[in-house]
């Protein structure tokens, strides 16, 4: 593995750090097991970021519902409990915010792996380490990477997912995340733009 993407494995995420397995610098191939290590780590840090900013996400809207209630009936008496709410509210967003960017940079580091990831394995271990169901292989070729597996196809733990409206996978997490922001960026262009032009 490149060194880039060792340091880029050992620093993604907020509060997990990563050992990953080196390969020598003069040959960039990489083993199957180096390669499902490192895409398990990735997994395993974007899993974390997912269930952190589900749980953040679930008590913003738990106090919201409280602080409404409370104003609702004899707010004034309340004032104080409502503000310790509110004070927790802004607390669980700036958690949230870190567990979105953990969870974005998963995504740019899976942009940044999945080609020497891709060179390095055959579909059938690709489909293997995404959990994608035999079934559903039948549809992929062999030059399907892991980005098309993941985002294009969406068949990321395509079992246990069977009959879901969107895919919920992890990683097709942290890439809608990445891709989110980027149609935002496109989206705000225009107005930028504008304001510099005159």
């Given at each position: 593995m490149k060194?880039?993407?060792?340091?880029?494995?050992?620093?993604?995420?907020?509060?997990?750090?990563?050992?990953?397995?080196?390969?020598?610098?003069?040959?960039?191939?990489?083993?199957?097991?180096?390669?499902?290590?490192?895409?398990?780590?990735?997994?395993?840090n974007a899993e974390n970021a997912c269930e952190l900013l589900d749980i953040c996400n679930s008590e913003i809207e738990n106090h919201r519902v409280i602080i409404k209630n409370l104003k609702g009936c004899c707010g004034l008496f309340y004032t104080s409990w409502i503000a310790e709410l509110e004070l927790n509210i802004g607390r669980l967003r700036d958690h949230a915010n870190q567990m979105r960017n953990s969870l974005l940079q998963c995504g740019l580091l899976l942009?940044?792996?999945a080609p020497l990831f891709d060179?390095?394995?055959?579909l059938?271990?690709?489909?293997?380490?995404?959990?994608?169901?035999?079934?559903?292989?039948?549809?992929?070729?062999?030059?399907?990477?892991l980005l098309n597996i993941i985002f294009v196809y969406g068949l990321e733990d395509s079992a246990?997912?069977?009959?879901?409206?969107?895919?919920?996978?992890?990683?097709?997490?942290?890439?809608?995340?990445?891709?989110?922001?980027?149609?935002?960026?496109i989206r705000g262009a225009p107005m930028l733009v504008s304001q510099f032009t005159g």
């Open positions: 060194n880039e993407l060792h340091n880029k494995l050992a620093g993604a995420g907020s509060q997990y750090i990563w050992n990953s397995v080196m390969t020598d610098d003069r040959n960039e191939r990489m083993s199957y097991l180096e390669a499902s290590i490192a895409l398990n780590m990735m997994r395993r942009i940044d792996f060179e390095n394995t055959t059938n271990q690709r489909c293997k380490l995404l959990n994608v169901d035999i079934a559903d292989r039948s549809t992929l070729t062999e030059s399907d990477g246990a997912r069977r009959g879901a409206i969107f895919n919920t996978g992890v990683m097709s997490r942290a890439l809608n995340l990445i891709f989110h922001d980027f149609s935002e960026c």
